[in-house]
């Protein structure tokens, strides 16, 4: 059957981008109708940093037993039951997602159930399991989301070669993993099987892990990952992938020589790319390289009352970079006119100990023609740090030398992603090191490594070895 609906805004997707938009949109008074055909949550919520940090957090309690002979407390190391971990993983991912329904629900947003493509700049077909649902709006907001890489490597299509999306439903730990990919995905789920008994190893064509990130702290992190007896292969390429029933092989080159190495499984974790709808390409929308849907600052598409945000639109594909790229794309929808930017824009990686950054890293600042002046601090010589048993990593600041105007900073170390969001405000609100040092922060804390990094860059640290 086919009818009509109307709305003053249509949202396609129910990720972070998304939901967050319509909430926003009914606050602005507006009627709003998500179409979504997964779950309300998106990647993020459902399979993606919620049910991989609930995980994680399984993996860190185990490496806190291990430790706790030093603290004096004698454990008993139990086996994981990684069943009972899974049941937790669940609970949380519903009670969020639950929560994130009873919101759309309670500002009157309406959510339709099936897939949706455009068939024309204000009309949209919706599949649904009652029949074909056309809406129509002047306005849509395409928040789509993303999809795992498959890379054209000779046997990714074995059974045993999964993304993230399958990896988080395994019944039980693989005994050998192989991880292709020493980026975000590849670094969280190898520090999490390895705790949880896995023999892992990360395959990485960049020469350094997380080739996004800072490579100071990317040596840092390589060193941790290591000490943890995780085997990575760096400057490699994946070359093949043989699937039998005593095991998988995969082949790669290191150095221009064939290496190959056997696993139960194979993690891939070489990325994400946009998913922009078929509709949407055939009226024209304009594509990057990449494939992500290019949008202006207000970030609108280059077609009429359709704007874009999240994943969709590439750049860092980080659900609260999604969170603000909706808020922005659904006030500019109504009729405001917004700006947004990206120079305070944090990433998180959730590896223990963690790694967190904004702004620029030092070789960026180089390249954009600042002069810049580094502070450094590491926790060894942090007072809470050494409390906790958390000794390892650094805090790194980046600064203008002239001006003392913070551009950049990277934490590796207990709690980096919390502790982060005071140099994304400092970055935000272009604020000098100086006034980041002459801040009072409480003591004893982590935060103080952040201070005193910032009282090195201008050549007054106190507590620096």
């Known amino acids: 059957m086919d009818w009509k609906e109307r709305a003053d805004l249509v949202i396609l997707g129910g990720g972070p981008a998304g939901y967050l938009a319509a909430i926003r949109a009914a606050q602005l008074g507006s009627r709003v109708t998500i179409v979504e055909h997964d779950q309300i949550g998106g990647v993020c919520l459902n399979r993606g940093c919620i049910p991989t940090k609930a995980l994680l957090r399984t993996a860190e309690f185990n490496a806190l037993f291990r430790k706790g002979a030093e603290f004096g407390v004698t454990t008993s190391m139990l086996p994981i039951d990684w069943s009972a971990a899974h049941s937790r993983k669940a609970r949380v991912v519903k009670s969020l997602r639950m929560g994130v329904e009873y919101l759309l629900r309670n500002d009157r947003i309406h959510l339709v159930k099936g897939k949706g493509d455009f068939t024309h700049f204000d009309r949209l077909k919706v599949e649904t399991e009652e029949g074909v649902l056309e809406l129509q709006s002047k306005k849509f907001l395409v928040a789509t989301g993303s999809v795992p890489m498959r890379p054209p490597i000779p046997g990714i299509d074995a059974p045993t070669v999964l993304t993230s999306n399958e990896i988080l439903e395994m019944e039980a730990v693989p005994n050998r993993l192989t991880i292709i990919g020493g980026g975000v995905i590849g670094l969280e789920f190898a520090q999490m099987f390895n705790e949880l008994g896995s023999k892992v190893t990360i395959i990485e064509m960049a020469d350094q892990v997380l080739p996004n990130e800072d490579g100071e702290m990317a040596a840092e992190v390589l060193k941790s990952m290591k000490r943890q007896r995780i085997a990575i292969q760096l400057s490699s390429t994946v070359t093949g992938i043989t699937a039998a029933d005593s095991g ?92 947004m930017t990206y120079h305070a824009l944090p990433s998180c990686v959730y590896i223990q100990p963690e790694l967190a950054a904004v702004g620029m890293t030092e070789q960026e600042a180089v390249e954009n023609g600042y002069e810049v002046r580094v502070g450094r601090f590491m926790f060894r010589t942090n007072g809470r740090a050494l409390c906790m048993g958390e000794r390892e990593g650094l805090v790194k600041v980046v600064t203008d030398s002239r001006s003392h105007i913070i551009l950049g900073a990277q934490i590796f170390g207990s709690s980096a992603t919390e502790l982060i969001s005071e140099m994304t405000m400092a970055i935000a609100f272009r604020h000098t090191a100086d006034e980041v040092a002459d801040l009072i922060h409480p003591h004893p804390t982590l935060s103080e490594a952040v201070m005193e990094a910032c009282a090195d860059a201008v050549g007054r640290s106190i507590h620096k070895a």
């Open 248 to 339: 998988t092989t995969v082949k790669f080159l290191r150095q221009e020589k064939e290496e190959q190495l056997e696993a139960d499984y194979v993690l891939l974790a070489a990325g994400r790319k946009p998913s922009v709808p078929r509709g949407l390409l055939a009226l024209g929308a304009v594509t990057d390289a990449k494939g992500a849907l290019i949008v202006n600052e207000h970030l609108q598409t280059s077609l009429p009352g359709i704007y874009a945000a999240g994943d969709v639109i590439g750049g860092k594909m980080l659900a609260h970079k999604a969170y603000a790229e909706g808020r922005i794309a659904v006030e500019n929808a109504l009729g405001m006119s917004k700006v």
